[in-house]
């Protein structure tokens, strides 16, 4: 069984910065893919990015390329969404979540993922 808590969200101005945490509990296979997804006032929840466990490669909605990145510390169980230049079209509760097997394709597909953390809330305005 797989647990994962987000921290790090909040209020930031356009233009700013917030970096997000997911902490997973429990043993992380070589498999797993751990991604964000994000979901605004009356959007769908959509994909923000992704990065694979073993290897480190990631893969990002056009959205956010070039603004976000996502990095991981094994050591630590922990993977990060580091969102720089933060419009007010980012804001959305966050959320990480895990799957495995997943081949890039289908990396932007929620119902992919079995494991999901509680969201946390970032809000960009000035």
């Known amino acids: 069984q797989l647990q994962l808590v987000e921290s790090g969200g909040g209020w930031a101005q356009p233009g700013g910065s917030l970096r997000l945490s997911c902490v997973a509990s429990?043993?992380?296979?070589?498999?797993?893919?751990m991604g964000w997804f994000r979901q605004g006032p009356g959007k769908d929840r959509e994909f923000v990015g992704a990065?694979?466990?073993?290897?480190?490669?990631?893969s990002y909605a056009d959205s956010v390329k070039g603004r976000f990145s996502i990095s991981k510390t094994s050591a630590k169980n922990t993977v990060f969404l580091q969102m720089n230049s933060l419009m007010p079209g980012d804001t959305a509760v966050y959320y990480c979540?895990?799957?495995?097997?997943?081949?890039?394709?289908?990396?932007?597909?929620?119902?992919?993922?079995?494991?999901w953390g509680q969201g946390t809330q970032v809000t960009v305005s000035s």
């Open positions: 979540a895990a799957g495995f097997g997943l081949i890039t394709s289908s990396m932007p597909y929620s119902e992919k993922y079995g494991y």
């Open positions: 990065i694979k466990w073993s290897g480190g490669s990631t």
């Open positions: 429990g043993r992380i296979l070589n498999n797993a893919v």
